[in-house]
């Protein structure tokens, strides 16, 4: 009896610990190296002379038979990324649907879900392997290389390194300005993913912004590196505290109904990259305030009071600032689109 | 662990993801979603548990672009005809082409007006599909998959609204100007990712407004009751369709609210505008779409049709090329000058070319998958040349070949979406934005 | 099991099909209650096998709409859904359906079926006109003709499209000057076989490769999309006049007449040659690129094709003059060279292949009940159509390991259909007398992707055209009697085609020289447009002016009549309206249709008259344009855009929702005071029975519980504006949209 009983309760415990799987850790060489053995190293593994005396090389120029390789990956990227299964090109391919052409293994059976799912398990749990090594692999630099490039990817460009190089050593605003300062109406989030500089927009409900909705702004002055306030009601007198935001890089004032006084005010924006000022009413008077500004690459002057002389002015005060002033269309064609063979479109 | 837990589980490493990133886990550049909604969707996530799907917007990168103009030529355009001359070859037909503001890059002589723009506009000569019919070619080009039997793949708009959710609350994220039903859809996503159709940009959003013998205090109490009544239906019925109605009656009476309703009306632009941008549908829904963007509008698609040109390609050229140019033209031009350029990526798309060969009688072009020209312009992209080669004639490409994936690859990428990220269909098969379409980095730099 | 079949003798058969004695089709040899029976027992062995129990039968109401909706295309009126509630006859749900299947709605609802399926156009390409075929189809579905002689008419049409009765050129016509895309659409309307991948390369999918698209495009070979005016009687005068002006070398005149004749000059030419000729990028090497093959079918039995030998024309030997050569130019050395080249191959230009009739083979093939997957598709189809999800889905995606859902149900079907010799009606009939239709609609959504065992109808939204008619059933009364006739618009097409064949010489070349200014002097002739229009208009605008005044004239000596009219009517003096009307009538006036005409139409006509926009055509979808306008009603709910097969679809969308809230409801339903709806309850007085006819109206059921009690209340204590909250909300819930 008592025999009986521990056979049905470790029958059980069997029973529930397969169960449980799901919150064990997935060990490397009792789960996935079979798994890798049975139904990938066939065609995943180094170079070698079969039967009939033809080198066979390993498929994709990918080995998975060493700890090294399996980081390396092959052309379409590192066949396993530590703690991201989402961009571990392994998993990827072993998950997809049966009848899918990339599908691995790509001859013999796929793989069943229960050892898709342990692949996926070992993956997020951090891709550990244990003391397993395998055939020696690449380099540490290559290996490097290949996880380093399957980072959600940086575009390198200009902006990125401004936003960098600005950002140096400022500590990231607090989360109770941050929350005061998002209201209703406001949005305020990181310029890039991860940095203390703050892009601040107000979206849908632009007609009713005022002055004073800015107000929550100021605790975050020394954080906002881009500002969007078009088509808000705002006034002059905004651009008290705005000319105060030392990182600014840009903003957006169209549509606004500022004017020449409140141009003054942004003097000392020296870090302004781009600043759009169309369709408002400032004059040739108020570009002077803003021809000091000395890294403006980008300036928005149309639908404005601005004079052409002033434009040109402008330019030559500013030779690397792009001036966008005039709005050249196309002289309507009168045949085009009433070609009387065409009745739509 | 069955296909459904996995599915959740692939969101749940995202949700880590974003968490760990900047503070209080807000969202990056490219998607900005209002923030009190953003908190309403955690809790949502919370009441709902597991099971269901949440829409959350995810992690993104730097983003170069925030919106995307979206100009489909519908047909096939012919590439030798417009952006891919080959002077002195002779399959290059009457055509000539001519010079244009960027260094060694030549067009057709029907551009003039965008020749002045070229600086703003990387074409992109070794576009490769595989589809060669117009149903395949133009699912292929919005989805990046092949057209299956089997499932229904989400477009490019609809991804992009998936992964990072509307820019403006109000106003729908995407939207087809002069699409059919099936250029682009949300395929196996909910179908508020669909594109909100417009059939003719001059008459904008019929019906958007409450009928004059109804107060607000009426419509209201009708609502409410509507809702009453729809409960019941919606209890015995579990089916994604019902719902599908619940959300665009929600969606519907957000935008009746909203002011940014005025985006639809292009009455509102001054004739002369109104006439550069060419008194045709295509030209008039440039306009909207300009306007839709200026509102925050995320992704916006305005289809050209009437490109396949099996026979008279040369008279079909000279009539249809100068209004498309003076459209683009002025797009560009307005674009540009009120500071929308940087964020908009404007993208001329075709789902393939034409045969280099002129065939049918001497003036034809029949279709032509191996070899054809898209460009992108704005949103980061840096203009002024012609990337990717094909031979003297156009019939194969020799330089840099860029296969219909790549291109959505490098919207994604220009709006910040990582392109590795998978997300599953409903019966648990894995998809991404741009299947296996890597981004063109040389393009940003 | 087998089935017994009964022979039923003409008597019964009257008495089954249709009570009240109507001359009906031709009897059957198919027993409808027998077939049913069989289907029914099928799918409950199916159900067994699967442990799913069938779902319980729909109430009277429900049954009602989902049979309503699914053969004539919208829901019942009030009127129409009492009738049906209060009946007390056993048979009433078949005897429903029997009716509804000779009505004439059944023909709008057909033909809505096939305009998606068939690309249906009002224009079919710049030249072509669709109306023809509209007219065609319309006309096959109304004659009820058999599916199989259906299809191969219109796969065999030849001669001038626009020719009278000769609209079933429109399915090839369709794809004009691209006849492999043609075939390939063909292929999978009928055969439910997408062969279009295999038009570049071999199928990445299924077993076709490249060889076999072409050898199927073969037998439409040479086809040619000209009208042969030889073969058109009566068009010697234009073809004289061709050869007239290509002897006087009038380019000029050349182009006009071929402007002129551009409506004359499409056609289908060629009864088949039976050979094509692979494409020059041909890659394969089971052939040589541009070498031709021959026709063969790429399933079942092919059809056995005599290919002639053509009779070798003898050959010319010509040898250079090596003097002369030397002295010619670049071109003039071409032109001897092509000379000489078409000498030795026997004869100048091409040799042609003769036509072997091959399209009639193929057609033949097609539509044969031999033919592995022509009735399998069909007999799906209409599965589909009625339960809502088909057998083997999707529907034109068969390929070599497709297996249907039910296996036996199928091959029965498939025998059902060669049993009543491809009639749509009766196999729609047997469907639509079946158990597993008259189910409540299943309640859980099924994934595509998984198999489903039909325990009952699925859940669907009415398609757009649907949504449209059932709105018109709302706003205008007997919305039937308002259908079209068939050749209504296809007339005036005909008629142009034969003015323009039976044009006399003289005032073809009167024509001819007026027209050949647009060639030469554009802008006299733009000058000359423009006088013409003038021209026209005031002709026009006489006509109307003298017509307006005749019916002034008209009115002033009608008006004694009209008076006591008026007081006859309020006297109700029965007499004396008669005898008033029927004077007036003497004098050209009709009164009855004129106030008819009138209610119809509602205020809206004078509403728009003044900002010129033009009224809804509040006609039914298949009398509307092809496709609707964009922006349209029908549109904003997903009909097709008519450029892709069966593109239309059921999803949400905000305009369609806009429209629902703000549009079409409440300007046509509710603003309208003349629509049937708003009139039905007014003519009532008391509150609950107001509720009660909106409830019968929109949802075709009665009041639930409450509902009633608590509107009526609300009438009472609010007023009658709570009607038109009532009735715009029915309108707006998932009930009204949405089939059960």
Same mark, same amino acid.
């Given at each position: 009896?008592?025999?009986?009983?521990?056979?049905?309760?470790?029958?059980?415990?069997?029973?529930?610990?397969?169960?449980?799987?799901?919150?064990?850790?997935?060990?490397?060489?009792?789960?996935?190296?079979?798994?890798?053995?049975?139904?990938?190293?066939?065609?995943?593994?180094?170079?070698?002379?079969?039967?009939?005396?033809?080198?066979?090389?390993?498929?994709?120029?990918?080995?998975?038979?060493?700890?090294? !390789?399996?980081?390396?990956?092959?052309?379409?990227?590192?066949?396993?990324? #530590?703690?991201?299964?989402?961009?571990?090109?392994?998993?990827?391919?072993?998950?997809?649907?049966?009848?899918?052409?990339?599908?691995?293994?790509?001859?013999?059976?796929?793989?069943?879900?229960?050892?898709?799912?342990?692949?996926?398990?070992?993956?997020?749990?951090?891709?550990?392997?244990?003391? !397993?090594?395998?055939?020696?692999?690449?380099?540490?630099?290559?290996?490097?290389?290949?996880?380093?490039?399957?980072?959600?990817?940086?575009?390198?460009?200009?902006?990125?390194?401004?936003?960098?190089?600005?950002?140096?050593?400022?500590?990231?605003?607090?989360?109770?300005?941050?929350?005061?300062?998002?209201?209703?109406?406001?949005?305020?989030? #990181?310029?890039?993913?991860?940095?203390?500089?703050?892009?601040?927009?107000?979206?849908?409900?632009?007609?009713?912004?005022?002055?004073?909705?800015?107000?929550?702004?100021?605790?975050?002055?020394?954080?906002?590196?881009?500002?969007?306030?078009?088509?808000?009601? %705002?006034?002059?007198?905004?651009?008290?505290?705005?000319?105060?935001?030392?990182?600014?890089?840009?903003?957006?004032?169209?549509?606004?109904? %500022?004017?020449?006084?409140?141009?003054?005010?942004?003097?000392?924006?020296?870090?302004?990259?781009?600043?759009?000022?169309?369709?408002?009413? %400032?004059?040739?008077?108020?570009?002077?305030?803003?021809?000091?500004?000395?890294?403006?690459?980008?300036?928005?002057? !149309?639908?404005?009071?601005?004079?052409?002389?002033?434009?040109?002015?402008?330019?030559?005060?500013?030779?690397?600032?792009?001036?966008?002033?005039?709005?050249?269309?196309?002289?309507?064609?009168?045949?085009?689109?009433?070609?009387?063979?065409?009745?739509?479109? | 662990?069955?296909?459904?837990?996995?599915?959740?589980?692939?969101?749940?490493?995202?949700?880590?993801?974003?968490?760990?990133?900047?503070?209080?886990?807000?969202?990056?550049?490219?998607?900005?979603?209002?923030?009190?909604?953003?908190?309403?969707?955690?809790?949502?996530?919370?009441?709902?548990?597991?099971?269901?799907?949440?829409?959350?917007?995810?992690?993104?990168?730097?983003?170069?672009?925030?919106?995307?103009?979206?100009?489909?030529?519908?047909?096939?355009?012919?590439?030798?005809?417009?952006?891919?001359?080959?002077?002195?070859?002779?399959?290059?037909?009457?055509?000539?082409?001519?010079?244009?503001?960027?260094?060694?890059?030549?067009?057709?002589?029907?551009?003039?007006?965008?020749?002045?723009?070229?600086?703003?506009?990387?074409?992109?000569?070794?576009?490769?599909?595989?589809?060669?019919?117009?149903?395949?070619?133009?699912?292929?080009?919005?989805?990046?998959?092949?057209?299956?039997?089997?499932?229904?793949?989400?477009?490019?708009?609809?991804?992009?609204?998936?992964? *990072?959710?509307?820019?403006?609350?109000?106003?729908?994220?995407?939207?087809?100007?002069?699409?059919?039903?099936?250029?682009?859809?949300?395929?196996?996503?909910?179908?508020?990712?669909?594109?909100?159709?417009?059939?003719?940009?001059?008459?904008?959003?019929?019906?958007?407004?409450?009928?004059? *013998?109804?107060?607000?205090?009426?419509?209201?109490?009708?609502?409410?009751?509507?809702?009453?009544?729809?409960?019941?239906?919606?209890?015995?019925?579990?089916?994604?369709?019902?719902?599908?109605?619940?959300?665009?009656?929600?969606?519907?009476?957000?935008?009746?609210?909203?002011?940014?309703?005025?985006?639809?009306?292009?009455?509102?632009?001054?004739?002369?505008?109104?006439?550069?941008?060419?008194?045709?549908?295509?030209?008039?829904?440039?306009?909207?779409?300009?306007?839709?963007?200026?509102?925050?509008?995320?992704?916006?698609?305005?289809?050209?049709?009437?490109?396949?040109?099996?026979?008279?390609?040369?008279?079909?050229?000279?009539?249809?090329?100068?209004?498309?140019?003076?459209?683009?033209?002025?797009?560009?031009?307005?674009?540009?000058?009120?500071?929308?350029?940087?964020?908009?990526?404007?993208?001329?798309?075709?789902?393939?070319?034409?045969?280099?060969?002129?065939?049918?009688?001497?003036?034809?072009?029949?279709?032509?998958?191996?070899?054809?020209?898209?460009?992108?312009?704005?949103?980061?992209?840096?203009?002024?040349?012609?990337?990717?080669?094909?031979?003297?004639?156009?019939?194969?490409?020799?330089?840099?070949?860029?296969?219909?994936?790549?291109?959505?690859?490098?919207?994604?990428?220009?709006?910040?979406?990582?392109?590795?990220?998978?997300?599953? *269909?409903?019966?648990?098969?894995?998809?991404?934005?741009?299947?296996?379409?890597?981004?063109?980095?040389?393009?940003?730099? | 099991?087998?089935?017994?079949?009964?022979?039923?003798?003409?008597?019964?058969?009257?008495?089954?099909?249709?009570?009240?004695?109507?001359?009906?089709?031709?009897?059957?040899?198919?027993?409808?209650?027998?077939?049913?029976?069989?289907?029914?027992?099928?799918?409950?062995?199916?159900? /067994?096998?699967?442990?799913?129990?069938?779902?319980?039968?729909?109430?009277?109401?429900?049954?009602?709409?989902?049979?309503?909706?699914?053969?004539?295309?919208?829901?019942?009126?009030?009127?129409?859904?009492?009738?049906?509630?209060?009946?007390?006859?056993?048979?009433?749900?078949?005897?429903?359906?029997?009716?509804?299947?000779?009505?004439?709605?059944?023909?709008?609802?057909?033909?809505?079926?096939? +305009?998606?399926?068939?690309?249906?156009?009002?224009?079919?390409?710049?030249?072509?006109?669709?109306?023809?075929?509209?007219?065609?189809?319309?006309?096959?579905?109304?004659?009820?003709?058999?599916?199989?002689?259906?299809?191969?008419?219109?796969?065999?049409?030849?001669?001038?499209?626009?020719?009278?009765?000769?609209?079933?050129?429109?399915?090839?016509?369709?794809?004009?000057?691209?006849?492999?895309?043609?075939?390939?659409?063909?292929?999978?309307? $009928?055969?439910?076989?997408?062969?279009?991948?295999?038009?570049?390369?071999?199928?990445?999918?299924?077993?076709?490769?490249?060889?076999?698209?072409?050898?199927?495009?073969?037998?439409?070979?040479?086809?040619?999309?000209?009208?042969?005016?030889?073969?058109?009687?009566?068009?010697?005068?234009?073809?004289?006049?061709?050869?007239?002006?290509?002897?006087?070398?009038?380019?000029?005149?050349?182009?006009?007449?071929?402007?002129?004749?551009?409506?004359?000059?499409?056609?289908?030419?060629?009864?088949?040659?039976?050979?094509?000729?692979?494409?020059?990028?041909?890659?394969?090497?089971?052939?040589?690129?541009?070498?031709?093959?021959?026709?063969?079918?790429?399933?079942?039995?092919?059809?056995?094709?005599?290919?002639?030998?053509?009779?070798?024309?003898?050959?010319?030997?010509?040898?250079?003059?090596?003097? /002369?050569?030397?002295?010619?130019?670049?071109?003039?050395?071409?032109?001897?060279?092509?000379?000489?080249?078409?000498?030795?191959?026997?004869?100048?230009?091409?040799?042609?292949?003769?036509?072997?009739?091959?399209?009639?083979?193929?057609?033949?093939?097609?539509?044969?009940?031999?033919?592995?997957?022509?009735?399998?598709?069909?007999?799906?189809?209409?599965?589909?159509?009625?339960?809502?999800?088909?057998?083997?889905?999707?529907?034109?995606?068969?390929?070599?390991?497709?297996?249907?859902?039910?296996?036996?149900?199928? /091959?029965?079907?498939?025998?059902?259909?060669?049993?009543?010799?491809?009639?749509?009606?009766?196999?729609?009939?047997?469907?639509?007398?079946?158990?597993?239709?008259?189910?409540?609609?299943?309640?859980?959504?099924?994934?595509?992707?998984?198999?489903?065992?039909?325990?009952?109808?699925?859940?669907?939204?009415?398609?757009?055209?649907?949504?449209?008619?059932?709105?018109?059933?709302?706003?205008?009364?007997?919305?039937?009697?308002?259908?079209?006739?068939?050749?209504?618009?296809?007339?005036?097409?005909?008629?142009?085609?034969?003015?323009?064949?039976?044009?006399?010489?003289?005032?073809?070349?009167?024509?001819?020289?007026?027209?050949?200014?647009?060639?030469?002097?554009?802008?006299?002739?733009?000058?000359?447009?423009?006088?013409?229009?003038?021209?026209?208009?005031?002709?026009?605008?006489?006509?109307?002016?003298?017509?307006?005044?005749?019916?002034?004239?008209?009115?002033?000596?009608?008006?004694?009549?009209?008076? +006591?009219?008026?007081?006859?009517?309020?006297?109700?003096?029965?007499?004396?309206?008669?005898?008033?009307?029927?004077?007036?009538?003497?004098?050209?006036?009709?009164?009855? +249709?004129?106030?008819?005409?009138?209610?119809?139409?509602?205020?809206?006509?004078?509403?728009?008259?003044?900002?010129?926009?033009?009224?809804?055509?509040?006609?039914?979808?298949?009398?509307?344009?092809?496709?609707?306008?964009?922006?349209? $009603?029908?549109?904003?709910?997903?009909?097709?855009?008519?450029?892709?097969?069966?593109?239309?679809?059921?999803?949400?969308?905000?305009?369609?929702?806009?429209?629902?809230?703000?549009?079409?409801?409440?300007?046509?339903?509710?603003?309208?005071?003349?629509?049937?709806?708003?009139?039905?309850?007014?003519?009532?007085?008391?509150?609950?029975?107001?509720?009660?006819?909106?409830?019968?109206?929109?949802?075709?059921?009665?009041?639930?519980?409450?509902?009633?009690?608590?509107?009526?209340?609300?009438?009472?204590?609010?007023?009658?504006?709570?009607?038109?909250?009532?009735?715009?909300?029915?309108?707006?819930?998932?009930?009204?949209?949405?089939?059960?």
């Amino acid at each position: 009896m008592r025999s009986i009983q521990v056979l049905v309760l470790s029958a059980i415990a069997g029973v529930c610990c397969l169960g449980e799987a799901a919150a064990q850790t997935v060990n490397f060489r009792r789960h996935i190296l079979p798994i890798l053995k049975t139904s990938c190293f066939k065609c995943h593994q180094e170079a070698y002379k079969d039967s009939g005396g033809r080198t066979k090389k390993p498929k994709g120029g990918l080995r998975l038979d060493g700890k090294g !390789w399996i980081l390396k990956g092959g052309k379409n990227g590192a066949s396993v990324v #530590p703690g991201k299964s989402s961009v571990s090109v392994l998993y990827g391919r072993i998950s997809l649907d049966a009848d899918d052409d990339d599908i691995m293994p790509a001859k013999g059976d796929v793989l069943s879900k229960s050892k898709v799912a342990l692949v996926e398990r070992w993956i997020t749990q951090g891709a550990n392997f244990g003391s !397993w090594t395998g055939k020696s692999g690449p380099g540490a630099a290559a290996v490097k290389k290949a996880q380093a490039a399957s980072n959600l990817t940086k575009l390198a460009t200009p902006t990125l390194k401004l936003y960098e190089d600005l950002a140096k050593g400022m500590k990231p605003p607090l989360p109770q300005a941050v929350k005061r300062a998002t209201g209703k109406k406001c949005q305020v989030v #990181p310029v890039v993913p991860g940095s203390a500089l703050l892009r601040v927009a107000f979206i849908s409900n632009e007609s009713s912004v005022r002055n004073k909705d800015l107000v929550n702004l100021a605790q975050l002055a020394s954080h906002i590196t881009s500002l969007g306030l078009a088509k808000t009601r %705002i006034t002059d007198d905004a651009l008290d505290s705005i000319g105060r935001m030392k990182k600014l890089t840009r903003l957006d004032l169209n549509r606004t109904a %500022i004017s020449d006084e409140g141009l003054v005010k942004l003097a000392n924006l020296t870090e302004l990259r781009h600043l759009n000022l169309h369709s408002t009413d %400032i004059t040739d008077e108020g570009l002077q305030a803003i021809a000091q500004l000395p890294k403006l690459e980008k300036l928005f002057l !149309w639908n404005t009071k601005v004079t052409p002389d002033g434009v040109k002015k402008i330019r030559r005060l500013l030779p690397r600032t792009k001036v966008s002033y005039e709005l050249v269309l196309p002289t309507p064609d009168p045949t085009a689109g009433s070609n009387s063979r065409r009745r739509r479109r | 662990m069955n296909i459904k837990e996995l599915f959740q589980k692939s969101d749940e490493c995202c949700r880590r993801d974003f968490m760990s990133g900047a503070a209080s886990g807000l969202l990056a550049v490219g998607a900005m979603p209002v923030l009190s909604g953003f908190a309403a969707a955690q809790d949502k996530q919370k009441k709902q548990g597991k099971g269901k799907p949440v829409d959350k917007p995810l992690v993104l990168g730097p983003a170069t672009a925030k919106n995307v103009i979206y100009l489909y030529m519908s047909g096939g355009i012919s590439h030798i005809d417009t952006f891919d001359t080959k002077p002195g070859a002779d399959n290059q037909g009457p055509i000539e082409s001519i010079k244009t503001n960027a260094d060694g890059v030549r067009i057709s002589q029907y551009f003039p007006e965008l020749a002045k723009h070229m600086d703003k506009i990387a074409l992109i000569n070794s576009m490769s599909s595989t589809q060669g019919a117009h149903a395949q070619g133009r699912y292929f080009m919005h989805t990046s998959y092949p057209m299956r039997g089997t499932i229904k793949h989400p477009s490019i708009g609809a991804w992009l609204n998936r992964m *990072s959710g509307k820019t403006n609350p109000a106003l729908p994220g995407h939207v087809g100007i002069g699409a059919g039903a099936n250029t682009a859809s949300a395929g196996f996503f909910e179908s508020k990712f669909a594109p909100l159709p417009i059939g003719n940009p001059e008459s904008g959003l019929q019906d958007s407004k409450r009928h004059g *013998s109804v107060s607000e205090d009426r419509f209201s109490r009708r609502l409410a009751k509507l809702a009453e009544m729809n409960k019941a239906f919606t209890s015995k019925f579990n089916d994604r369709k019902v719902r599908g109605y619940d959300d665009m009656y929600q969606e519907a009476l957000r935008l009746m609210k909203s002011d940014d309703l005025a985006a639809f009306d292009i009455g509102k632009e001054p004739k002369e505008l109104r006439d550069a941008y060419g008194r045709n549908q295509f030209g008039q829904g440039c306009l909207l779409a300009r306007r839709l963007i200026e509102h925050n509008v995320r992704f916006v698609e305005v289809v050209s049709g009437g490109w396949d040109t099996h026979t008279n390609n040369f008279d079909a050229m000279e009539d249809r090329c100068p209004p498309l140019d003076q459209s683009i033209a002025t797009l560009l031009a307005d674009l540009e000058v009120r500071g929308l350029l940087d964020d908009t990526m404007v993208v001329f798309a075709t789902e393939f070319g034409r045969t280099p060969d002129i065939v049918n009688n001497g003036n034809g072009r029949n279709h032509f998958p191996k070899a054809f020209t898209c460009w992108l312009a704005g949103g980061g992209i840096v203009g002024g040349r012609a990337y990717g080669k094909t031979d003297a004639k156009g019939a194969n490409v020799i330089e840099n070949p860029v296969p219909v994936p790549d291109l959505n690859a490098t919207i994604a990428h220009a709006l910040g979406l990582p392109t590795e990220h998978i997300i599953h *269909s409903p019966s648990g098969r894995p998809f991404r934005v741009a299947h296996k379409g890597k981004p063109i980095r040389a393009l940003f730099a | 099991m087998k089935l017994h079949l009964s022979y039923l003798t003409p008597v019964m058969a009257l008495a089954l099909v249709v009570p009240d004695g109507t001359p009906t089709d031709p009897p059957k040899s198919v027993n409808v209650k027998t077939a049913a029976k069989r289907i029914d027992r099928l799918l409950e062995l199916d159900m /067994k096998r699967a442990k799913i129990t069938p779902n319980a039968m729909a109430n009277d109401a429900t049954f009602l709409r989902r049979t309503y909706a699914g053969i004539i295309g919208r829901i019942p009126t009030a009127k129409e859904t009492l009738e049906f509630l209060n009946s007390q006859d056993q048979n009433k749900r078949s005897k429903i359906v029997d009716s509804l299947l000779n009505s004439p709605g059944f023909n709008s609802h057909m033909f809505n079926f096939w +305009a998606d399926l068939l690309r249906v156009k009002t224009r079919l390409s710049n030249q072509v006109s669709g109306e023809p075929f509209i007219h065609y189809l319309k006309d096959s579905i109304g004659k009820n003709k058999p599916y199989d002689e259906f299809v191969k008419e219109m796969v065999t049409a030849s001669g001038a499209a626009h020719s009278r009765n000769n609209g079933a050129t429109g399915l090839l016509m369709r794809d004009r000057g691209m006849p492999l895309d043609s075939m390939a659409n063909t292929v999978r309307v $009928f055969l439910g076989t997408r062969l279009e991948c295999a038009q570049c390369h071999d199928h990445p999918f299924d077993k076709w490769k490249q060889k076999d698209f072409y050898q199927m495009a073969a037998f439409a070979g040479g086809l040619s999309y000209r009208n042969d005016l030889a073969k058109v009687p009566g068009a010697n005068n234009v073809r004289k006049m061709y050869g007239e002006l290509r002897q006087k070398k009038d380019s000029d005149g050349q182009k006009a007449l071929g402007r002129m004749m551009r409506q004359v000059s499409n056609g289908l030419n060629g009864s088949g040659t039976g050979l094509i000729q692979l494409p020059k990028d041909y890659k394969y090497d089971d052939a040589k690129p541009r070498s031709t093959v021959m026709a063969h079918a790429i399933f079942g039995k092919s059809p056995k094709i005599e290919f002639k030998q053509p009779k070798p024309k003898k050959a010319k030997k010509e040898k250079r003059d090596p003097r /002369k050569w030397r002295r010619m130019t670049a071109k003039e050395r071409m032109k001897e060279r092509q000379r000489m080249q078409a000498g030795r191959r026997g004869g100048r230009g091409r040799s042609r292949a003769p036509e072997l009739n091959t399209r009639v083979s193929y057609g033949e093939w097609l539509t044969s009940a031999k033919n592995p997957r022509f009735t399998k598709v069909i007999a799906n189809r209409m599965w589909k159509s009625v339960m809502g999800r088909g057998l083997i889905e999707p529907v034109d995606n068969i390929m070599e390991k497709t297996e249907s859902s039910n296996p036996a149900l199928m /091959k029965y079907l498939e025998k059902l259909m060669v049993d009543v010799d491809y009639d749509l009606k009766e196999f729609q009939r047997v469907l639509f007398n079946t158990n597993a239709f008259q189910r409540e609609a299943t309640k859980k959504e099924i994934p595509s992707d998984q198999k489903y065992h039909f325990q009952g109808p699925v859940l669907r939204r009415m398609t757009a055209e649907q949504v449209w008619d059932s709105m018109l059933t709302l706003v205008v009364a007997d919305v039937d009697t308002k259908l079209r006739e068939p050749e209504a618009r296809a007339q005036s097409v005909y008629n142009d085609y034969e003015r323009l064949i039976n044009m006399s010489a003289e005032e073809l070349r009167a024509e001819v020289n007026q027209q050949k200014l647009r060639y030469s002097d554009p802008k006299k002739y733009r000058a000359q447009q423009r006088q013409r229009q003038t021209r026209l208009q005031a002709e026009r605008s006489r006509k109307a002016q003298s017509e307006q005044r005749k019916q002034a004239e008209l009115r002033k000596r009608a008006q004694p009549l009209y008076r +006591a009219l008026i007081k006859a009517r309020r006297a109700s003096d029965v007499a004396k309206i008669a005898q008033l009307k029927s004077e007036l009538k003497k004098m050209g006036i009709d009164v009855d +249709a004129v106030e008819k005409k009138r209610r119809d139409r509602g205020s809206m006509m004078r509403r728009n008259r003044g900002r010129g926009r033009r009224s809804t055509q509040l006609v039914r979808a298949s009398d509307q344009q092809h496709p609707a306008p964009n922006g349209h $009603f029908l549109r904003k709910f997903g009909q097709s855009d008519r450029d892709q097969i069966q593109a239309s679809h059921t999803e949400a969308n905000v305009p369609q929702v806009l429209s629902l809230l703000n549009g079409f409801v409440e300007k046509q339903v509710l603003s309208n005071s003349g629509s049937a709806l708003m009139r039905s309850i007014d003519s009532v007085s008391s509150s609950k029975e107001k509720v009660r006819r909106a409830y019968l109206g929109i949802l075709n059921r009665e009041p639930r519980g409450r509902e009633q009690a608590v509107w009526a209340h609300a009438i009472d204590t609010e007023g009658s504006g709570v009607i038109k909250d009532l009735v715009w909300i029915l309108v707006n819930t998932h009930e009204f949209r949405f089939i059960q």
